[in-house]
């Protein structure tokens, strides 16, 4: 039982490019979301989706898109990164969209 | 404007004393609240929660208290352990907006053997 995996654990990109972060959890959970953690900061919700099928924006949304693959996978992507999205993002589910959330790692991005 | 204030960014007990960690917030429509605890390059564990039909909620050596008229909450470790250093997240959310979080800043714990 993984729990909530993320991939990739790091990552460098230059502005401009773009990447998919990816998530999973094994836990049969209803409700996935990302956030961000910038230092000595808290976490920021990006977007969650409560149920398979359903997206929606969290606080800090603008440069983000995220695709609700399947119960399973919930991934988000950059279009076009900029230096101000450096930080580390954590992906989460819960069984419920009211319920505690369990978290991945975290995949440390810098983008120069 | 922050919902949700932890406004001491560390603190530091000896080990066997009582760590106490404080939350406030300011949106009334918050209900649920939890606590999470991070270590260095790992993702956030739940530690423990409260709805705001309570005012207290204990789970081992964690207590958690909330005050709805002073909108304020505080987690206990008692007795504190080197291994609670860490750093602890509040979190708090409203049923009307299931799903949408709001973390404070973090505390950083250090408990000295």
């Known amino acids: 039982n993984a729990g909530v995996t993320q991939t990739p654990k790091f990552q460098v990109l230059k502005t401009g490019q773009s990447m998919t972060l990816q998530c999973a959890q094994d836990?049969?959970?209803?409700?996935m979301y990302w956030y961000r953690q910038d230092p000595g900061m808290g976490l920021r919700l990006i977007y969650y989706?409560?149920?398979?099928?359903?997206?929606d924006k969290g606080e800090v949304p603008n440069g983000y898109n995220v695709s609700r693959l399947n119960k399973r996978e919930f991934s988000l992507r950059l279009e076009s990164a900029a230096p101000s999205q450096t930080s580390v993002y954590f992906c989460a589910s819960s069984e419920l969209a009211e319920e505690t959330q369990y978290f991945g790692p975290g995949t440390r991005l810098l983008v120069l | 404007d922050q919902q949700v204030k932890q406004n001491s960014p560390s603190l530091s007990v000896q080990e066997g004393r009582i760590s106490i960690l404080n939350c406030d917030y300011t949106?009334?429509?918050?209900?649920?609240f939890l606590w999470y605890k991070k270590y260095p390059a790992e993702g956030p564990t739940f530690l423990i929660s409260?709805?705001?039909?309570?005012d207290k909620n204990e789970d081992g050596r964690f207590t958690v208290f909330l005050n709805k008229s002073a909108k304020h909450l505080s987690l206990h470790i008692v007795p504190s352990q080197p291994g609670d250093s860490a750093v602890y997240f509040c979190?708090?959310?409203?049923?009307?907006?299931?799903?949408?979080?709001?973390f404070g800043d973090g505390t950083t714990l250090t408990v000295k053997p």
């Open positions: 979190a708090a959310s409203a049923e009307t907006n299931a799903g949408k979080s709001t």
């Open positions: 409260i709805s705001s039909i309570k």
């Open positions: 989706s409560a149920s398979e099928g359903t997206t």
């Open positions: 836990m049969n959970h209803n409700s």
């Open positions: 949106n009334s429509m918050f209900d649920y």
